[in-house]
């Protein structure tokens, strides 16, 4: 027999103890080990935020029993910060502060530090990635590995070529430069950092893994099998009533089944078809999608757009929630002075569901966006309920993976939901609000970007006339000279009433 043969049953079990493990990690049931996570095993509920919350959790208490010095206590702030909507800065902390403490915390506290890196990496930090593939090399190498299973050890060097080639992306790595981009990102976001599709790739290079003819196919979990999905509605309240039996018929179609989720897209392609329309935004547009996590679904954190008038931050939040595909609402603020949007009880004639349940329940979607335009320009009364308080409990994840709609009657999962917000000044947002959102300031346009900025809102003036774009003729030198005379920037709106006047001389001209 020969050694091969020997490895191949251990080999066997080891491969479906790991499955077995990733099941339980996409149905929440087990938190994978940074070793798990690097060797392809999913996030915890196949979701980086949700990972990072529990892992956050999980190690909170034992971190808080003995602070005892300045750099356990800081572990500790970083950790708490991992609790909410955690995003790129506060994981770069974590690892600082992990890193400051290493001397006074156990042995296992690199495996930790390994995590941080893992986090990093999936949100597009190449430093990070670079170490991720000296990771995934030193363990594939270790003898550990290469006396249990070569197998495991190819998988190993896999998964840092993969690391290895998001690295190359970064124009600091000059000797990676020859890389072509098409191929990094599709390397990227089809196959190493997604984990459904870093787990299949595994199996599908393990020949251990390749069903015989007179084996069963091996059956993965459905999460890796299909498209991203979630079960938002469970179950509807008071059936049995004559309002019950309404509502039950309203979405009965969606009741206890999967709703499909966005599906990562290429980012590099959204992200250049923004800072095409929005040249003056790059900072913006890199940060927003620099921090979405890297799962198998786009999420975006609950952010505030605060900019002057006219600049366009409304605009660009629905070209943003466009480009990668999220089907979305855009809700104006001005003059809300309730709740009514957190949903009222159906037993009054104009009950309606949550605005975040009936997005879901009219786009079959679990996780649709929402744009709440000039946020603050609600109404301050709390006699029928306040927007702002209504707010709060959609965007705390914990709240909002079991929110109570007080239409449905029962525990609704809206915790996929995406919120941006904007605002031309935080002065009437309230302080919880804006402590469960990520503010960013957003440029005013300049005038340098006028031929770009120009060409974009006369293809919109011509689509708003039912004409196609290729009827545009652009502004001539003459007339942008012109527009720059007395346009300085600022506000889009004052640009756009400039282009229809000189539009409406070149009718005089002729």
Known sequence: ???????????????????RRSCAAVEARYLPTADELLQGMPFFADSM???????????LPRMRRKPGYRAKARVVRAL?????NAGIEDIRELASAFTAASDNLPSEAKSWQLRCRIYLAHMYDHSAALALAQDAITMATAPEILDRSQDEAVDLIGVALGWLSFAAANPAF????????????????????SRSHILLGMIERNPLSSPKETE??????RSLTTGPAAVVFQQIGNQKTEEGKRVLEQYKDILGKDLPLVTMLDLIRARDALRSEFPYAEQVIDRILADIPVQSYVQLRPTILVGSPGCGKSRFARKLLASIGMPHDVISCGGLSDGTFAGTPRRWSTGEPSLPVALIGRYKNAGPGIV??????????????????????????????????????APCDISYVSWLMTANS?????????????????????????????????????????LDERWLVPLDGMELKAILDVWTGESLRTLKRMIEIVLATRYVKQ
Not at 216 to 221: C, E, F, G
Request: charged content about 25%.
């Open 49 to 59: 935020q949700k990972d990072m919350q529990c892992f956050a959790e999980h190690l």
């Open 216 to 221: 069963t196919p091996l059956v993965l979990p």
């Open 80 to 84: 708490e910060r991992l609790v909410g």
């Open 1 to 19: 027999m020969s050694s091969q043969e020997e490895k191949s049953p251990w080999t066997e079990a080891r491969r479906r103890h790991f499955e």
């Open 426 to 466: 935080l002065n009437s947002v309230s302080r919880p609000l804006r402590d469960r959102c990520r503010v960013i300031e957003f440029p005013a346009p300049r005038p340098e970007d006028l031929s770009t900025l120009s060409r974009q809102i006369m293809i919109e003036m011509l689509a708003e006339q039912g």
């Open 174 to 193: 000059n000797y990676l430069a020859a890389v072509p981009r098409g191929i990094f990102w599709a390397s990227l976001l089809n196959g190493v950092v």
């Open 372 to 409: 709440l335009d000039e946020i603050e320009k609600v109404g301050s009364s709390r006699h029928n309920g306040n927007v702002h308080d209504a707010l709060l409990s959609f965007l705390e994840q914990e709240t909002a993976s079991r929110y109570h709609d007080p239409y449905i009657q």
